[in-house]
T-cell receptor, first 116, second 112 residues
Framework: EAGVVQSPRYKIIEKKQPVAFWCNPISGHNTLYWYLQNLGQGPELLIRYENEEAVDDSQLPKDRFSAERLKGVDSTLKIQPAELGDSAVYLC??????????????FGAGSRLTVL | GENVEQHPSTLSVQEGDSAVIKCTYSDSASNYFPWYKQELGKRPQLIIDIRSNVGEKKDQRIAVTLNKTAKHFSLHITETQPEDSAVYFCAASSPPGQNFVFGPGTRLSVLP
């Protein structure tokens, strides 16, 4: 099993430029999450998908951030335009909610963004 | 919404000693509490979890306890080893959406 795959691993851009991150979840996982992790802090949810539906995007800065999960499989997170404060690690995670209610969250390796 | 606090923020122990990290949560509907270990530059990885119908769970040198009444849960690592050095995050999850709220993390250093 490949696990949660993210790309690119690292991205350096100048402020006001656009950037996009891609995530492919574990096969069969119906729930996909994008988290933001600042240095020395815990992951903070940006958006959560159940299949192709965004069910929680309350923490997503919609003026510059957008996300999509076409066909309920892989997902793209976009920032346009990027600001200096967007420098962080963007973590994708996926989970499968079983009929028992069990739900284990598995993270990707993350995409580290540096905005200059 | 859910709020998770975690203490201490940093912890140094001598190799072989025990380490305890404590978390509190605010939403009484939370029913699943995982712990993640994150080594420098790597992804958070699940090390142990506990559900609200259980008070304690153990896996070799790692154990987690849960007090639902007080809304707190703790991670216990015994016989610590240098490879236990990492940042540990607790999290709380509640139905129906199964969102996960993470604590700010504890940086554990195991000194040889």
């Amino acid at each position: 099993e490949a696990g949660v795959v993210q790309s690119p691993r690292y991205k350096i851009i100048e402020k006001k430029q656009p950037v996009a991150f891609w995530c492919n979840p574990i096969s069969g996982h119906n729930t996909l999450y994008w988290y933001l992790q600042n240095l020395g802090q815990g992951p903070e949810l940006l958006i959560r998908y159940e299949n192709e539906e965004a069910v929680d995007d309350s923490q997503l800065p919609k003026d510059r951030f957008s996300a999509e999960r076409l066909k309920g499989v892989d997902s793209t997170l976009k920032i346009q335009p990027a600001e200096l404060g967007d420098s962080a690690v963007y973590l994708c995670a996926s989970s499968l909610i079983l009929s028992s209610g069990a739900n284990v969250l598995t993270f990707g390796a993350g995409s580290r963004l540096t905005v200059l | 919404g859910e709020n998770v606090e975690q203490h201490p923020s940093t912890l140094s122990v001598q190799e072989g000693d025990s380490a305890v990290i404590k978390c509190t949560y605010s939403d009484s509907a939370s029913n699943y509490f995982p712990w993640y270990k994150q080594e420098l530059g790597k992804r958070p990885q699940l090390i142990i979890d506990i559900r609200s119908n259980v008070g304690e769970k153990k896996d070799q040198r790692i154990a987690v306890t849960l007090n639902k009444t007080a809304k707190h849960f703790s991670l216990h690592i015994t016989e610590t080893q240098p490879e236990d050095s990492a940042v540990y995050f607790c999290a709380a999850s509640s139905p129906p959406g199964q969102n996960f709220v993470f604590g700010p993390g504890t940086r554990l250093s195991v000194l040889p």
